[in-house]
T-cell receptor, first 111, second 112 residues
Framework: DTEVTQTPKHLVMGMTNKKSLKCEQH?????MYWYKQKAKKPPELMFV???????INESVPSRFSPECPNSSLLNLHLHALQPEDSALYLC??????????FGPGTRLTVL | DQQVKQNSPSLSVQEGRISILNCDYT??????FLWYKKYPAEGPTFLIS???IKDKNEDGRFTVFLNKSAKHLSLHIVPSQPGDSAVYFC???????????WGLGTSLAVNP
């Protein structure tokens, strides 16, 4: 299984809502990542988990809260988002720090 | 400061011809380079990579060349197919680093 899955595929939320994005991989990878991507731009790193511990937080606003319940799962909890947070949110995993496998993404729209 | 540069935002090629996508980098600590392909509204898909101890890596229609002295790498696609039309990102990883440093991407259009 060389797949990273993400749910939901699409999400529309208001600025006062609380929602969560989910990511799962069964490749035994010990590093997992959250990225944000705007159209025609490269992925922008948000968080890195290594062995289920948060190792990198790229100065992301606290309205984004990551969680790694176990080595296969990664969540991103969303609260009080702004319209400018609308983007494609990508999850990735890797065995080392080199080749990262990406999921299909969650298209988030904040109204 | 952009450490990984893809100076051509777009490229148009005829089907069957060679596509050459270029990438320059500034950081001598980068020792591993990757190319990803991305379709709209999908996650990036890994294409091919190269370690700094090599100067060429080939996988089917895709070949990556690395010129360390010039801090330059290129991706060759031969022959190009319409399904290759996508945005191609070059990324670099420093030795011992935990992040990928991305270029801004090149949009490739392969015309039938």
């Amino acid at each position: 299984d060389t797949e990273v899955t993400q749910t939901p595929k699409h999400l529309v939320m208001g600025m006062t809502n609380k929602k969560s994005l989910k990511c799962e991989q069964h490749m035994g990878h010990r590093a997992m990542y959250w990225y944000k991507q705007k159209a025609k731009k490269p992925p922008e790193l948000m968080f890195v988990y290594s062995y289920e511990k948060l190792s990198i937080n790229e100065s992301v606003p606290s309205r984004f809260s990551p969680e790694c319940p176990n080595s296969s799962l990664l969540n991103l909890h969303l609260h009080a988002l702004q319209p400018e947070d609308s983007a494609l949110y990508l999850c990735a995993s890797s065995q080392g720090t080199r080749r990262q496998f990406f999921g299909p993404g969650t298209r988030l729209t904040v109204l | 400061d952009q450490q990984v540069k893809q100076n051509s935002p777009s490229l148009s090629v005829q089907e069957g011809r060679i596509s050459i996508l270029n990438c320059d980098y500034t950081n001598s600590m980068f020792d591993y380079f990757l190319w990803y392909k991305k379709y709209p509204a999908e996650g990036p898909t890994f294409l091919i990579s190269i370690s700094s101890i090599k100067d060429k890596n080939e996988d089917g229609r895709f070949t990556v060349f690395l010129n360390k002295s010039a801090k330059h790498l290129s991706l060759h696609i031969v022959p190009s197919q319409p399904g290759d039309s996508a945005v191609y990102f070059c990324a670099a990883s420093p030795q011992g680093g935990r992040k990928l440093i991305w270029g801004l991407g090149t949009s490739l259009a392969v015309n039938p």
